[in-house]
């Protein structure tokens, strides 16, 4: 008889194979109603992504072990604000330039612009508080498997050549983070990187947390990406894209998902998505890339030889060359600002 754990093991397995399959079976099911026409079973495909992918989190959450709060009492930081006001919440999203680069320089430096796969995919993998958010002051409340939001006073960023990890301000001081932003500036003040005094944390929102809280709706719609890679499947790409980028933009107050309002879970995510962008260019420039620019959630243009670095490929773990209708190659040559 098997053992418990391999037991767990294939009825996980079993349960993401059945849950894959609503996906295979939506697809199946447009295509024949519109008799075999993929643009029109892709916008109508699109038009249910939200239905659908919250029956996808339904059937994930079956078997789980915490049960969570879709309608919590809000903080005012995390109320949707006026149309004239920006949120409260400061995601960190990227958007550095290297000072000693530019295009409007002659130069004969190569620059490759590299894409992530899937950026906000791979973010669901991250700590989410489970229930109420609830106060506290200081840094006391800030525990390991507690997450939320955190009125924080960064400390200055001493190094041009890498993007700051909390993103370009217009204005210094305190400002409210995710736990993402906060968990990524702790790690670079850690010994490991010694990169930056530790922020001040003024005041927190938290709640208990899990970083597996997502984890089974992640490995099911990345096993049903992997798949349709593999099978030249695009209407299902574009669906599973339509799914997950969907899922996350309206899980805070929005007039297209009604079943949950955790705001603070979308800026969470958001945040986890650059921070794992931040990430990827710190390893670049480790391995001796320059970085030219980073551009959240996805975006990154590196000098040198990046395949030494990144695997490539369309996978969630790979990087691949990064078209647009600028850059039509994904690669272009800068020149050196002299100073």
């Known amino acids: 008889m098997a053992a418990r754990p391999e037991r767990r093991a294939r009825s996980a397995a079993r349960a993401q194979e059945e849950t894959t399959g609503l996906i295979s079976h939506a697809v199946h099911e447009e295509l024949e109603r519109a008799a075999g026409d993929t643009e029109v079973a892709l916008k109508a495909l699109i038009k249910r992504a939200i239905p659908d992918v919250m029956r996808l989190f339904d059937e994930t959450r079956a078997t789980a072990r915490y049960q969570y709060t879709a309608y919590p009492a809000l903080p005012d930081i995390l109320k949707k604000p006026s149309k004239k006001d920006p949120d409260q919440i400061w995601e960190a999203r990227p958007s550095f330039h290297h000072p000693d680069y530019s295009l409007r320089v002659p130069g004969d430096i190569k620059v490759t612009a590299l894409d992530v796969n899937a950026a906000y995919l791979s973010a669901l993998k991250c700590w989410l508080p489970i229930g109420k958010l609830e106060h506290t002051t200081g840094s006391d409340g ?198």
């Open 142 to 339: 800030v525990d390991p498997k507690r997450s939320g939001a955190h009125l924080i006073t960064p400390a200055p960023w001493t190094h041009p050549h890498l993007p700051d990890p909390i993103g370009d301000r217009d204005e210094p001081g305190a400002l409210w983070v995710t736990n993402a932003t906060l968990r990524l500036l702790q790690r670079l003040a850690g010994p490991k990187h010694g990169l930056v005094d530790a922020p001040v944390i003024h005041e927190s929102w938290t709640s208990g947390a899990t970083e597996n809280f997502l984890d089974a709706l992640r490995k099911t719609l990345t096993a049903a990406r992997e798949t349709a890679l593999e099978e030249g499947d695009t209407i299902t790409l574009e669906y599973i894209k339509a799914m997950y980028s969907k899922f996350i933009s309206t899980m805070g107050e929005s007039i297209h998902n009604r079943e949950m309002v955790r705001p603070d879970w979308m800026h969470i995510i958001h945040s986890q998505a650059y921070a794992n962008l931040w990430g990827k260019a710190y390893k670049a420039h480790q391995a001796g890339l320059d970085i030219v620019s980073v551009m959240g959630p996805d975006e990154l243009h590196v000098t040198g030889d990046w395949r030494q670095v990144f695997l490539e490929g369309r996978g969630v773990s790979q990087m691949k060359i990064k078209h647009s209708e600028a850059k039509a190659s994904g690669e272009y040559t800068v020149g050196k600002v002299s100073r």
